[in-house]
């Protein structure tokens, strides 16, 4: 890093900030008001930690794996991948278990009226990467990988699709 950079990282961020505390302070006469109240209330839980990462990886309801169905690969390439690529791996568990343990404390956990797991959302590109490791591996037949990858695929997005059928409420 040098400052050069930074300083060009910093003219970089600069604009959108500014755009946002201008909307900000027109809105709320405030730059730093974002019409979200967040108290010591919200950021506290009243239920079992543990209930919540069940129900974040596992329920009908809000389980990631219910609703993103490659994600099962995902969990399979583990191994292929610690052995492939171990800190990158480590990186992207890592970063998937601090984000459910953050959300397992988190109050509205379940994200409000929507299907799935709303808040799973954004760990799901990271545990897909690890996939790559499985798909690549050798001592599997390439038709048998394509086929178990391809199958979750469709009904991950079958799933998917149905619950834009259907109302939420």
Known sequence: WTWRGLAAS???FAP??????IYNYVRFHSLFETGYH??????????????VLYAFLLSSGRGIFAYSLPLILAVW????ALRRMRDETVL???ICV?????????????????????YMVYITPF????????L?????????RVLGAMSLLAAGLAVNFSTLMVDYR
Not at 38 to 51: C, D, G, K, P, Y
Not at 77 to 80: D, F, L, P, T, Y
Not at 98 to 118: I, M, S
């Open 38 to 51: 967040i108290s010591t209330e919200t950021l506290t839980q009243t239920q079992s930690s543990l209930m």
């Open 136 to 144: 690549e591996k050798t001592d599997i037949p390439r038709w048998m």
């Open 16 to 21: 959108p900030i500014l755009l946002v505390m």
């Open 98 to 118: 601090v984000h459910l343990v953050f959300y397992a404390n988190f109050r509205y956990w379940w994200g409000g009226g929507c299907w799935g797991p709303r």
């Open 10 to 12: 910093a003219l970089g």
């Open 127 to 134: 545990a897909l990467l690890l996939c790559g490791a499985l």
């Open 77 to 80: 390439s583990v191994g292929a």
């Open 92 to 94: 992207f568990i890592g």
